[in-house]
């Protein structure tokens, strides 16, 4: 049967199919302790929500915005008219990702025909990330919804060019923005492409007019954010302030090409921001602007690029590999961690799978289609606003939804050459097919290192909530996997001397750990518990002493101080 008469009934065949699936992984998330206990820029982006909720829909107290506001607009008006629902949150993203996988059949339709646009919905359908980013409260299933109404706007302008489908393009491109800053690298892009590149459609005046509106869409949606920026962050900021920082977390001696925390800057969203601003301002010996504070951080980086280049260089090699690479890079949520919880995510498609596909695609289809050479440089300035910084799976995320369509094609191009037995097609896509599945599924990364951090993340809810039990078997899993996690280490010592059990234990551990984090004010806590516990009490005043001399403001620290000198009375 002909795809044109099956496709009526096809398509919300597969929107059931992806809402399905993603409802039911939903259900099976539900009992897991990440699913209410929200950490850094969940509880960020929920914290902010709340506060729109309840009234504050400027955000009077930010100042500049320091993370993209659409994502959480999106929580603030849900809760304003339903209450504060994570549940119904996950719902609502569920829907918005099955709407993803029905656009992306338009999106193959229009790069290649109705047969790939089918296969695109369905593989979309079954992708294992994007079934796990909808169940998080994240933003990056509004953002991949946004980034897919982008490309269409953006190819349907380049087919039938007008003010309204270049107005469109821009529009949609400014609220992917809201939600990834870096999505802005194709404005510029877009701009020159079409300019230079589109002689033959219209004269330079009708293409920059036409690019003119396209501009006009795209501040549409960032005029009003910049102003925002003004009147209550006292700085005209575009996006957000966080260009230098970022760079700076990606390109320094330390670097390894995924997001690696500064060590002087707290985790928590708005304290990074604190944090980097005041080291920046101190180094200065003057208050910064947030602008001010980006371009600290941007020469830090740029200035390592100078003076280290045979390793910048060779870190930007292995971002690139990085970025084509099977592995979900985490930097707050592990997907591994989440698929040995949860077996369903073994059922669906990977990374691992989409990439040779789409690379392949890619180059078969390159010569016939002119839509998919557009597509395929929109993958390439993707990959470079990633490269110069870091890769993340989160990041990585809208590579994936553009390689989509092209892995679709290398299927429907096997597909049709067996049925037809053009095993010389076969053939040559069998040679970029297998060494490109072998690059993509390379090991590059201590992906046991990464999972060990998930279990302490895992460990420090648990401790939270009072499982003390599920909290020690979590930090004992954690170093099972990296001996030398010293949080899981130092967490564990504590859990350890909190219930007066395997104290010696306890001791090596947060001594091994006090090693490699000389001075460390929570370690040093840990260790005079550890030696209160063992009758060692002047050993563990001497502890505790070091500890408040290196953090004076922490209450707690002061209170442990008085238990210790109760027991010297």
Not at 293 to 305: E, I, P, R
Request: net charge positive.
């Amino acid at each position: 049967m002909e795809v044109s008469k099956i496709k009526n009934w096809l398509l919300p065949a597969i929107f059931i199919l992806a809402l399905f699936v993603r409802l039911a992984y939903l259900y099976q998330v539900e009992p897991i302790p990440f699913s209410d206990t929200l950490t850094i820029d969940a509880k960020d982006e929920d914290s902010w929500g709340r506060e729109i909720a309840a009234g504050d829909w400027v955000g009077k107290e930010k100042g500049v915005f320091y993370r993209d506001p659409l994502y959480a607009y999106l929580l603030g008006t849900t809760y304003a008219v339903f209450g504060h629902k994570l549940w119904l949150i996950r719902v609502i993203q569920a829907v918005i990702d099955s709407t993803t996988c029905l656009l992306l059949y338009f999106l193959g339709r229009m790069i290649f025909n109705p047969a790939v646009g089918l296969t695109t919905a369905l593989l979309s359908s079954l992708y294992g990330p994007f079934i796990w980013y909808q169940g998080l409260i994240e933003k990056t299933t509004l953002m991949i919804f946004l980034t897919t109404l982008f490309l269409l706007a953006t190819l349907r302008a380049i087919e039938t060019p007008g003010k309204r489908q270049w107005f469109l393009s821009g529009l949609t491109l400014g609220l992917a923005v809201m939600t990834r800053g870096n999505m802005l690298i194709f404005a510029p892009a877009i701009i020159m492409f079409y300019l230079l590149s589109e002689k033959k459609l219209s004269s330079f005046p009708r293409r920059l007019i036409l690019m003119s509106i396209f501009f006009a869409g795209l501040m549409t949606v960032l005029i009003p954010v910049a102003v925002r920026n003004l009147v209550y962050g006292k700085a005209f900021v575009l996006t957000v302030p966080s260009i230098g920082l970022n760079f700076y977390i990606g390109n320094n001696p330390s670097a390894v090409g995924i997001h690696t925390p500064i060590p002087s800057l707290r985790t928590i969203p708005e304290k990074e921001a604190e944090d980097a601003a005041s080291i920046a301002s101190m180094a200065v010996g003057k208050v910064l602007t947030p602008s001010e504070v980006s371009s600290f951080w941007l020469n830090k980086g740029v200035a390592f690029a100078e003076q280290e280049p045979d390793k910048f260089i060779i870190l930007l090699g292995r971002k690139v590999l990085l970025f084509w690479n099977h592995y979900e890079v985490p930097d707050v949520y592990n997907y591994y961690f989440f698929r040995d919880m949860i077996p369903m995510l073994n059922l669906f498609l990977t990374f691992g799978i989409i990439a040779p596909l789409g690379i392949a695609g890619i180059l078969i289809s390159f010569k016939e289609f002119k839509k998919g050479r557009v597509v395929s440089g929109f993958i390439i300035i993707y990959m470079a606003s990633l490269v110069l910084f870091y890769i993340t799976s989160r990041y990585r995320l809208p590579g994936a939804l553009m390689l989509l369509p092209f892995a679709s094609y290398t299927l429907v191009f096997i597909i049709n050459s067996m049925r037809t037995q053009a095993y010389k097609k076969l053939l040559l896509t069998a040679v970029v097919l297998v060494p490109a599945t072998l690059v993509v599924n390379m090991n590059i990364l201590d992906e046991r290192k990464l999972l060990s951090q998930s279990h302490s993340s895992m460990g420090d809810i648990y401790q939270q909530r009072g499982g003390f039990k599920e909290a020690i078997a979590e930090y004992q899993a954690s170093l099972k996997l990296d001996p030398h996690n010293w949080d899981s280490a130092n967490n564990l010592a504590y859990l350890y001397a909190r219930n007066g059990t395997r104290l010696e234990e306890a001791l090596n551990l947060v001594q091994g750990a006090l090693a490699r984090n000389p001075g460390s004010p929570e370690m040093l806590d840990t260790l005079s518990l550890v030696y209160l516990k063992m009758g060692r009490v002047a050993e563990a005043k001497e502890s505790i002493l070091k500890a408040i001399a290196r953090d004076p403001r922490n209450s707690e620290l002061s209170e442990r101080l008085l238990e210790i000198e109760e027991n010297l009375r």
